[in-house]
């Protein structure tokens, strides 16, 4: 689906993948152009509003994760003039990512590319007549950032905060870290005018930001204390997507594979409050939890699948 927000502002909305946002000015700007199986149905929107692949200047990554920017090897493929912008700290969230191996299997890949512009906090671009101001909103990832485009009150926050939903904290550094990080992004984002409208990764446009970040505040605080919930809250994301490329697993199967696999965050000294000989009851309730919110359907045989599309929970 695709929706015309403002005067230069559409949105676009793909099952199994992320927000996409379109800028069509003078330039034309492409904010996550979203994952990769999406990437069809994303040039048949884009062509609803006559734009093909060679009509866009620029395409911006919020942060590097497969649902967001799985299509940018393809659209560049398709249009090597589009100018890549991305978070200056993009490579070494990657190569952390290469490196440690978190999750294998329950985590996007995508094509790795380079970008043509490396931000920064601070960073303004002119697009045409769009100027582009650039946050760092680490937490969930290293290199998040943040989009504002004052012509239009408008900004593109990632995965940095969603109704009602609190992000999944990055897991490629220390945990106590990320929550710190989180914790003075929001500060950040809530000294934003509150004349903006906040576009988010996942979900619906957040007109009363402040409030949503005060309640994201309020349940990281809380998880802070807590850290099995936190690991919970975490881990809902990779088990959809395990369960998404696995379908018909049994919860002993999936339960197996998040132990052998988690080894390295239970060691991290934010989480050694729980016991890793838990940590088999603590995945346990974790598909418990994901059966009651209808994530999750659990047949009569014991086998696990998802309940509709991948991400439609965000």
Known sequence: MITKENEILYKISIKAS?????IKSDSVILIDPGHNMAFTRLLQLLKEIDISPEDINFVISTHSHGDHVGSVTRLKGLNPDIKIIASELMPEYQRRRAEIKLLEGAEDNFDLFEADISVKDGDILTAGSVNLRFIHTPGHTIDSIAVIIDQINSVFSGDSFYKGIMTQIDYYQGIEKSVNQITDTYKKLMDIDDRFTFYPGHGDKIDEHKKVISDCSKKLERLKHNPEMLIINNLVPSAEFYIYK????RK?????????????LLSDPFVKAVDPEKFRSLMERLIALMHIIKMIKIEDDGK???SGEINTNL
């Open 18 to 22: 992320s927000n996409s946002y379109l």
């Open 246 to 249: 696995n379908p018909g697993l």
């Open 252 to 264: 002993e199967e999936i339960v197996d594979f998040f132990f052998k696999n988690m080894q390295i």
């Open 304 to 306: 696990i699948y998802l």
